[in-house]
């Protein structure tokens, strides 16, 4: 059986950092998850993840109602991220639509999200309530990792237009392939240059309006066509992603 992972922050306090032969207080969220739903006990083995990159290996000294601490003895090395540097942008789709995509995306190895507030959303978002759902979405991103292994905690940005969004200044990583899934896209996953550096833009429920693939193409993006079917905004990434490991990453 897999040990339970759980995520522990990069602390700028020294005595908040994960070190090998120290001991460490887990974070309440963790804590709570460790003694009241896995009812874990003292001397059972867990695996702790910064969110950074690092995975270590620990156990349980001490374990309360409300509060958990563990021995940390040594790094694992392990390494699961992709070989594909993804960013996702995606057009924001309803609360359980996007939680999905959000969790799904991060499983399958994506290094960035961007929400984006797109003219055929059902879902509209500003301000406060804004802030909250991409904190919201933050959490789905951590608890995915959790379960598949992640190290590193993909960023969720904040929600942003399209135009703003897609005119984010290059990455030093290199050039982008930049795609916008498209029914009629002239571009097949066959016909792709390559590249390991992948920009994924997907519409919601409507698909973007012509003024935003406008908007896109200006911004470099080429149009991508998955199949002779229309997908559901929340299928389509996922099937494009998937799609992606399997030609150049991490399913080869």
Sequence with gaps: MALPRFHCPVSADVAGRLVPGTSFTLPDEAAHH???????????????????????????????????????????????????????????QSADKMDYTVQKAVELGVARIVPVDSRRSVVRLSGERAAKRV????????SACEQCGRNKVPEVAPIASLAAALGEPASAHGPRLRLMLDPLGGTTLDQLPPGEQIDLLVGAE??????????????GFVGLRLGPRVLRTETAALTALAALHALRGDFR
């Design 34 to 92: 460790a003694a009241r739903v896995l009812r874990l006990a003292v001397g059972d083995e867990v695996l702790l993840f910064d969110g950074a990159g690092r995975e270590y290996r620990a156990v349980l000294s001490e374990i309360g109602k409300r509060d958990a601490r563990v021995d940390v003895l040594e790094e694992t090395g392990t390494d699961r991220e992709s070989r594909l540097i993804l960013t996702l942008y995606q057009a924001l």
């Design 135 to 142: 904190a919201h979405w933050q959490g789905v991103a951590v």
């Design 206 to 219: 409507g698909g973007l309006d012509p003024e935003e693939e406008a908007v896109a193409r200006a911004a």
